[in-house]
């Protein structure tokens, strides 16, 4: 993974001055965007970067979907002192040198106040990168790798961490009777590889004992080798801290080749596409996942769950709804910041205290995280639900 870290910086460096080039030269013709760090005269230029198209697409969509819905719900209630927030998507294709190109195109070129995104850790952490030295605020919605807002002050999230997911994986697993767990992870994903090394240390604590360790890669289409292997190894349960895009796929080959134990999974199973990649694979499986239902009775949610309905014709998820609340609390910071800039914005998210999200409440802590409830979702023949579910006091964090 360092290996493939350092490639990645150095991708991020050529990028970077080669799409300075491209802003210089761009300039010229574009002067009215932006300016005056995103605000001009009559609106202020808000950022997003989202795997729109690509392997995980679904995460992108939604998240979109909810931040698009956010905003405008904010710019009919009059904007930030009568300035329409204008928001530019840009899509990085799932990919992470992706993420640093465009997040560089909206800080240098776009000069948008702030940035929402990503999904995935590997991803924001592409884009932190950018954002801190620029000094511009960033908000993940989604993103758990602690790393994520360790790459400095100016990179918020308003959701949970992996330390404490993982630990409510492994409490659960303790809880159902596995004593004996394998782990099947991405190697080239930080959420996987840190979601792994957080369940390992909760799970061992717990009396538990990690029995063995295989590695896959996104856009791996055969996984039978390593699945194998983790059959011989004769586990109670399989983890596999990976995306939908990939879990599917893995999941059915368990099964043709005969190993037919519980598979347990995290946040990055959420997706409307989970069940029809795996078919019945994993009926009866459980994952980790942020505190969404749309059958909450929360007066914020449903208000929320009704306008998603309206103007998109389908349920939110908990990607939508992270979304959502990440834009509210960006734009409830920028209405406080006085004046607009981007160092009181960033002050301004850094003193969120008890906001009301349809996530849960969501207060931000010293380290930029966010501290909240996480669910066990149990998958049905057709649908998953919420079965479960642990407070960080729960798990002992
Ligand atoms: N938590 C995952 C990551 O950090 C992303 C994710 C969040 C996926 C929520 C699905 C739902 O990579």
Redesign the pocket.
Known sequence: MDIYRLRAGITGIVVLLFSCGIVLAGCKEKSDTGGGGGSTQDRIVVGEFASLTGSTST?GIATHEGIQLAIDEANQAGGIDGKQIQLITEDDRSKPEEATTVVTKLVTQDKVIAVLGE???TRSMNGAAVCQPNRTPMITP????PEVTRKGDYIFRVCFTDDFQAAVAAKFAIDEGYRRVAIFKDIKND?SVGFAKYFTEAFTRNGGQVVGEQNYQEGDQDFKAQLNTIKAMKPDAVLIPGYYSEVGTIARQAREIGLNVPLIGG??W?SPQLIPGAGTALKGCYFTD?NFSVNSKEPETVRFVEAYRARYKKDPD??AALGYDAARILVAAMKAARPLTRETLRDAIAQTRDFPGVTGKITIDGDRNARKAAVIMRVEADKFDIYKVYTPEEVGL
């Open positions: 995460f999904v995935s850790s989604s993103s758990t790798n959420y946040d990055g959420d942020h908990a990607l």
